[in-house]
């Protein structure tokens, strides 16, 4: 049993002392980066390639670098969101051969820099034609496939750990406690087979040949948001649409429920993609501070809308991971040793936590989703016209 389980279960039965915060999901990062020519990239890709090898037989390492959503203060939207495609597509290649530090950390951050692609990809929809789309999109989904067993062990684990840590009787079973530990070891087995040399260099080359087609994606600049208009609406459209859904749903609901978090996630990543770095001395000449201010309050604009989409976000995610253990629970508890009790005690715990989730999600998903899809589009279009240089806007 790894140090970290023997010390969660010290804090469930109040040994050890200490207050436990569970680990928060999402790592915030932010870096500024500008994206090399395509023959430097070509020449990177090559490199990349060979990284995961390197890095598992002892070759030199080098710590993941930090990239974020966003526009850079000068830059145009389609150069920006062809750049932000390169770097996540970088990143993720980075985490994957800097593996051997934090394996299910890896797993993480690069599964969530190939969900920002791919919420890229359906704001680019139009642009890039029904064809290139299904492509990107069906690569994107084979090399987030290669990690899945990975990270689904892992969010058992912490699902289980943080159910027991709200409802500390459960972690005085010893059934539970068994249960634990085989979901441990689970966790292990899973990440060891993702991160297998093939499995790895498939995952890798999958993201490496994406990268060098999104660098030579023929994307044109039109004025304001009109080249992913379309794409931005359907998202928020989308998720107007599954929330409304899930809050109907009566059969099936974890199903609903979990569409709507993937819909809701895209809007979140549109909105980091979207927001722009201000340079008030370059962008507003002495005198226009009228103009400055504006900029900065559409700024808070769009990233208060990421920051409720990614409560929303995580809200959804709780719950459809309660949703995901009460099933294996159902379905394999009793061959993997719960008893009956056990098993009732897992399954009402988990369905308390549910219930209540849903009930903060459907609230805050109306107030996210209240305005109409045309209001919702103009808004972010004032928005960016704002944020951006005049000469851009």
Known sequence: ????????????????????????????????????????????????????????????????????????????????????????????????????????????????????????????????????????????????????????????????????????????????????????????????????????????????????????????ERKGLATIRPGLKRVYEEGRRRGRRAARARKDRATAMHKWRKRVKDLRYAAEALSREQDRRSSFPSGKRTRGAAASAEARWLARLAKRSEALGELLGEEHDLAVLEAWIEAEGRRAGLGAGSRRALLRAAARRRAKLRRRALAQGRRLYGPSPKAFARRVERAHRRCSPRRLS
Request: net charge positive; hydrophobic share 45%; with cysteine.
């Open 1 to 220: 049993m790894m140090r970290a389980d023997r010390t969660a279960i010290g804090r469930w039965l109040g040994v050890g002392g200490g207050t436990h915060r569970p680990p928060r999901r999402l790592l915030k990062t932010r870096h500024r980066h500008i994206v090399a020519p395509l023959a430097a990239t070509l020449v990177a890709g090559a490199a990349l390639g060979l990284g995961v090898a390197l890095a598992r037989a002892g070759g030199p390492r080098r710590a993941p670098r930090k990239r974020r959503l966003g526009l850079l203060h000068d830059e145009l939207l389609t150069v920006g969101l062809r750049r932000m495609v390169v770097e996540q597509a970088e990143l993720a290649v980075e985490h994957l051969r800097a593996v051997d530090a934090d394996p299910q950390q890896a797993v993480h951050e690069a599964r969530k820099a190939i969900k920002r692609i791919r919420t890229i990809v359906r704001l680019l929809e139009e642009e890039l034609g029904d064809v290139a789309c299904a492509r990107e999109q069906a690569a994107l989904r084979r090399a987030a496939e290669g990690l899945a067993a990975a990270r689904d062990s892992e969010v058992m684990l912490a699902t289980l750990d943080g159910l027991c840590e709200r409802e500390p009787q459960l972690a005085r079973r010893k059934r539970v406690m068994r249960l634990r530990t085989e979901l441990a070891d689970r966790r292990d087995r899973a990440v060891a087979a993702a991160l297998s040399p093939t499995t790895l260099h498939a995952v890798v080359t999958e993201l490496e040949t994406l990268r060098m087609r999104a660098s030579a994606w023929p994307l044109r």
